[in-house]
């Protein structure tokens, strides 16, 4: 290779090389024990920064409380829903308590940015169910333990802008007998949604900010 | 009992449409998805209270307050206006029958002046003793509200909140009893009595 265009290629990456420092420095300081391995293990499959990817759903701006109690139940085998069992059972094996409270501690603190993959014409009536219920059909309210604006808060997931499929296949599970960690009322909320309502939901939440 | 009430169901769909439609037990789980399985109470995005041992009195008075707007509430007003009296009736014998232990978590580190603020008031700030009307134990009579076990946010919330939430409007109103011992409380006297009251059985 001629040395002037050799030159060339060698600033390009540096330039890149330099860029992607740049980028990774805007996201939080990973504060964890060893090399950052436990952060890449996560975002192989929920994206770089965590924001979700396919079926893996964002972790980022996620309650650090609810990250924690999703690794106990997969360590505990309690969260039993397909990818959970292919997925989570095995890649939570070697994480300890300390480790997934810092990968917890991490996750949460990256600012979540929303899907915005739902249906918009179903997304006001989402929002009315999120918010009221449908006291007639006994569906209860989101907005009583997700909060006003689906932030969630301690081990009560943020939902606002988590992928339209994600939430859509997580309702339809716990109604099909699917369980997350002990003692969840979603189970019960869930049996009294139709698909229509699940929906509804699952895409008003996704352009939740 | 869903059987009773709609003989067709048997297949899991009309079961699920019984469900849908209401019934006691249909309403009973609802009202338990925010409530607590056994009526405990439960901590939500906001503390929602024990019904279990509550005075039926009481549960049917604020469902009416709430459906008439005495009471502030979004979500609970949505939740009653579509109760009929003799629904809120049963639902309310129902909770009243229900003992589970209490719900727990409150801080420990002022249960004695709690007990102290409970049993014998603070004369010099007008505060009477709460056992006065809500009983020794706790558990209330007629509309007055069981107070024992009851979740430590949910009590907090309610004293620092009472002239916002409750006696809302012009018609006469039961909650006005405790506007001004509310009112006389200080922040510190109101988690030391809340965390009293929420670990009697």
Redesign the interface.
């Known amino acids: 290779m001629h040395v002037v265009r050799k030159l060339e290629v060698m600033r390009r990456i540096r330039l890149k090389i330099a860029i992607l420092v740049m980028i990774a420095s805007t996201g939080p300081v990973w504060a964890g024990d060893g090399d950052g391995a436990g952060v890449r293990n996560c975002t192989w499959c929920h994206g770089t920064s965590g924001q979700g990817y396919m079926v893996a759903p964002r972790l980022a701006g996620q309650r650090p409380q609810y990250i924690e109690s999703q690794i106990r139940s997969f360590h505990e085998r309690t969260r039993d829903n397909p990818f959970s069992k292919q997925y989570m059972w095995g890649a939570v094996a070697a994480l300890g308590p300390n480790a997934a409270h810092d990968l917890a501690i991490y996750f949460a603190a990256i600012a979540p940015k929303p899907a915005n993959d739902g249906d918009r014409n179903l997304a006001a009536r989402g929002r009315t169910i999120y918010?009221?219920?449908i006291?007639?059909?006994?569906i209860?309210?989101c907005?009583?333990?997700?909060?006003?604006n689906a932030e969630?808060?301690?081990e009560?997931p943020r939902l606002g802008g988590l992928a339209y499929f994600y939430l859509k296949g997580r309702l339809e599970q716990w109604g099909q007998g699917y369980h997350s960690g002990p003692g969840s009322?979603m189970p019960?909320?869930a049996?009294?949604l139709g698909p229509d309502e699940i929906e509804a939901l699952a895409s008003y939440l996704s352009f939740v900010r | 009992m869903l059987a009773v009430i709609f003989p067709a169901a048997g297949h899991a769909q009309d079961r699920a449409m019984a469900a849908r439609q209401g019934g006691l037990e249909a309403k009973l789980e609802y009202c338990k998805t925010c409530h607590g399985l056994s009526g405990q109470g439960y901590m939500g995005y906001f503390p929602m209270p024990r019904l279990a041992g509550q005075q039926p009195e009481y549960l049917e008075a604020q469902l009416r307050a709430f459906i008439e707007r005495r009471r502030t509430n979004p979500i609970m007003f949505n939740v009653a206006h579509v109760l009929n009296p003799s629904m809120m009736a049963a639902l309310a014998a129902h909770f009243r029958d229900l003992n589970p232990r209490p719900f727990g978590g409150a801080p420990r580190g002022s249960l004695a002046i709690g007990k102290k603020i409970y049993e014998e008031g603070l004369p010099d700030s007008n505060v009477p003793a709460c056992s006065a009307c809500h009983g020794t134990e706790g558990k209330g009579q007629n509309e007055i509200p069981r107070l024992a076990g009851q979740l430590y946010a949910y009590t907090v919330g309610q004293l620092t909140g009472w002239r916002k939430e409750r006696g809302q409007g012009t018609a006469v109103d039961t909650s006005a009893i405790m506007a001004p011992t509310a009112h006389n409380l200080t922040r510190s006297q109101i988690e030391a009595v809340a965390a009293y009251v929420s670990y009697l059985q």
């Open positions: 918010l009221e219920g006291p007639e059909a006994n209860v309210s907005y009583a333990c997700h909060g006003p969630g808060v301690r009560i009322p019960m909320v049996s009294h």
